[in-house]
């Protein structure tokens, strides 16, 4: 059996099952008093944990609420390394953040975004993020260079991707709005690369 198939230890589930308590008692706290209003002593004594352990599964508070994000962010990341190329690039952004919004926007996770944009600390945290996922789709499309236009058209992909997922989870027609802004995102990635190539 190969390393990557290695069944998870009993260490790593408890840390896991941890982890995703504090989270849950996190959010149900949040959502039932408003993030400001709940301390991170509270949410440790809720979860029946130390402070000191909590901090070690999250560094902050507003990484309470943001506990997929590292899921975000690598399934973006695989979505640039597994395409083909240059021309498959956008179309499989347009998907992936699609789904990403279809989840924001749906369920508990559509109650979660509104008390983040109600929130202007967590609002800050949100955009902080969107930076992060677009420096790292950079990154992964530097290291495809069937990807690359320039540098220049690869951050300008990765923040109007991003600023793409913002515009439809806030949108009241986030698929008419994603369909709009990745339309315009592919003419500007298809002139990038024609002009890279000449």
């Known amino acids: 059996m ?10 790593e ?33 809720e979860a029946d944990v130390a402070v000191t352990t909590l901090f070690a599964h999250f560094p902050s508070k507003e990484t309470l609420v943001f506990e997929q994000a590292a899921d975000f962010e690598t399934r973006l990341v695989a979505t640039v390394a597994g395409c083909e190329d240059a021309r498959s ?23 979660i975004w509104s008390m983040i944009e109600e929130s202007p600390e967590l609002s800050a945290y ?15 499309m530097q ?13 300008a992909l990765a923040r109007f991707a991003m600023a793409a997922f913002t ?16 339309g315009m995102i592919d003419a500007a990635w298809q002139a990038a690369r024609r002009a890279h190539e000449e």
């Open 2 to 11: 190969s390393p990557t198939h290695q069944p998870i230890g009993r260490r």
């Open 13 to 45: 589930r408890k840390k896991a099952a941890t982890r995703r308590e504090i989270a849950d008692t996190a959010l149900r706290l949040f959502r039932g008093r408003g993030y400001e209003t709940v301390g991170i002593r509270e949410i440790a004594a």
């Open 89 to 111: 690039l956008v179309p499989a952004l347009h998907d992936e953040v699609g789904a990403l919004v279809r989840h924001c926007t749906s369920g508990e996770a559509a109650e």
């Open 126 to 140: 949100a955009l902080r993020l969107e930076v992060r996922y677009a420096d790292a789709l950079v990154t992964a």
């Open 143 to 155: 290291a495809a260079p069937a990807h690359i236009a320039s540098d220049d058209a690869c951050h």
């Open 167 to 182: 515009l439809a989870r806030r949108s009241a027609t986030p698929r008419a709005t994603l369909d709009a802004s990745f």
